[in-house]
């Protein structure tokens, strides 16, 4: 079936480097990209989004690329900080609904 | 504003007891949706709304969940009998078209209602 997922579960960075977190997305005919970061006990908190026809979308701190040849969807995230650590998704919009993936850790080295 | 509200946050129900969560969309949302979040998982949808319209309601995993909108403003999931694979955080979303500098389907959470079933 379809489905969106992560090539790496858990991320470790230090502080103040980039972060870079990676998704891979089946459904070619999706038209709406999301990324979310949840915290824990938290409901997930939108970052950024993209459609389609865009193949980069810049935002504060944060920056978002896919690639629709390769169907690959990344959040870069600069100067990472410590309260940038949580999980991390993406999803993809297939009609009114949201397909998330499984989530990337990201976790912040002080 | 406010954002999404849900209530309870956290809910323990003994195996076989009915519960009901609410959702308190923010103001002015005529989107609606319930998604089911498992420990360590992503979340998975539920069901849809669009005012007091239920449109999808492919993601409930049985006939014990039923969820609904009367007034198209406050939604409220209901499941019946609950069963422990049922124990999940239970999270509510609301969108709007043309919200200023967004994406019309931009889906903005609330912080979810654990429910634990014993």
């Known amino acids: 079936g379809e489905s969106v997922g992560l090539h790496l579960p858990t991320l470790s960075v230090q502080e103040g480097d980039n972060s870079i977190i990676n998704c891979a997305y089946s459904n070619s005919a999706s038209d709406y990209f999301i990324w979310y970061k949840q915290e824990s006990g938290k409901g997930p908190q939108f970052i950024i989004d993209?459609?389609?026809?865009?193949d980069k979308r810049q935002g504060q701190r944060v920056t978002v690329l896919l690639n629709k040849t390769v169907k690959h969807l990344s959040l870069q995230i600069a100067a990472t900080q410590p309260g940038d650590s949580a999980v991390y998704f993406c999803?993809?919009?297939?009609?009114?609904?949201?397909?998330f993936g499984a989530g990337t850790i990201l976790r912040v080295k002080s | 504003g406010a954002g999404v509200s849900q209530s309870p946050r956290y809910k323990v129900a003994k195996r076989g007891q009915d519960v009901a969560l609410r959702c308190d969309p923010i103001s002015g949302h005529v989107s609606l949706f319930w998604y089911q979040q498992a420990l360590g998982q992503g979340p998975e949808f539920l069901t849809y709304?669009?005012?007091?319209?239920?449109?999808?309601k492919s993601g409930l995993p049985s006939d014990r969940f039923f969820a609904e909108r009367p007034e198209g403003s406050v939604s409220t999931l209901k499941i019946q009998r609950t069963q422990q694979e049922d124990s999940a955080v239970y999270l509510c979303?609301?969108?709007?078209?043309?919200?200023?500098?967004?994406?019309?389907?931009?889906?903005?959470f609330g912080p979810g209602t654990r429910l634990t079933v014993l």
């Open positions: 979303a609301s969108s709007s078209p043309g919200a200023s500098g967004r994406f019309t389907d931009t889906q903005y």
């Open positions: 999803a993809e919009m297939g009609g009114n609904k949201l397909v």
């Open positions: 993209i459609r389609s026809n865009m």
């Open positions: 709304f669009q005012n007091e319209a239920q449109l999808d």
